[in-house]
């Protein structure tokens, strides 16, 4: 399967946190960046953070400081730390590997 799958959205309180994962087939997750996007209702879809395969990132400027992204290149899969959590966070994250997108978790923060 070349469709990366996400896991490990869900519900939490404004200041937790969530740990997503997206594990993707090797012959992709090898060669390629990987990404987390999110979108929100009513909101188009934006980056959130990439990793390449050597490991360098770049953040959103909404999430640096919060949320950590890393990958795995034994387990061919890719995390994202997310801490400090806000209501602005709530939406649905994606992630993307060689052009192949996930179906997506949704994340809700609460008041």
């Known amino acids: 399967q070349v469709q990366p799958v996400e896991s490990g959205g869900g519900l939490v309180q404004a200041g937790g946190s969530l740990k997503l994962s997206c594990a993707a087939s090797?012959?992709?997750?090898?060669?390629?960046?990987m990404a987390w996007y999110r979108q929100a209702p009513g909101k188009p879809r934006e980056l959130v953070a990439e990793i390449s395969r050597s490991g360098t990132t770049t953040y959103a400027d909404s999430v640096r400081g919060r949320f950590t992204i890393s990958r795995d290149n034994a387990k061919n899969t890719m995390y994202l730390q997310m801490n400090g959590l806000k209501s602005e966070d709530t939406a649905v994250y994606y992630c993307?590997?060689?052009?192949?997108w996930g179906q997506g978790t949704q994340v809700t923060v609460s008041a």
């Open positions: 090797r012959i992709i997750f090898n060669i390629a960046v």
């Open positions: 993307t590997v060689a052009g192949f």
